[in-house]
Nanobody
Framework: QVQLVESGGGLVQAGGSLRLSCAAS????????MGWFRQAPGKEREFVGA????????SYADSMKGRFTISRDNAKNTVYLQMNSLKPEDTAVFYC????????????????WGQGTQVTVSS
């Protein structure tokens, strides 16, 4: 079965960086758009960014542009989220997701989800 397993979350001070990873199995990884979402306490899950199947195209939510970078390694079936200049308001559970569509930014466009990894940014 399809599994998406996030790792790399943790506690970091404001202004710091973290790199999240998401290892995929049970699917043809290079055939899926990969996305990152996050959910803060009491809030809806929101789009962070996505990367195309081959990795040549990326899209980001406006609030993440310039601070977050998505990349993927299709040989390793892994997608990454590099987060820099972290702020306390970035505190959330971060999820990776896989979509069989050509492009996807909405939650309902994603077919598979990971369990999430907690990111906490202290002030």
């Amino acid at each position: 079965q399809v599994q998406l397993v996030e790792s790399g979350g943790g506690l970091v001070q404001a202004g710091g960086s973290l790199r999240l990873s998401c290892a995929a199995s049970g699917l043809t990884f290079s055939s899926y758009v990969m996305g990152w979402f996050r959910q803060a306490p009491g809030k809806e899950r929101e789009f962070v960014g996505a990367i195309s199947r081959g990795g040549s195209r990326r899209s980001y939510a406006d609030s993440m542009k310039g601070r977050f970078t998505i990349s993927r390694d299709n040989a390793k079936n892994t997608v990454y989220l590099q987060m820099n200049s972290l702020k306390p308001e970035d505190t959330a559970v971060f999820y990776c997701a896989a979509s069989s569509r050509v492009a996807a930014i909405l939650k309902r466009e994603y077919d598979y989800w990971g369990q999430g990894t907690q990111v906490t940014v202290s002030s």
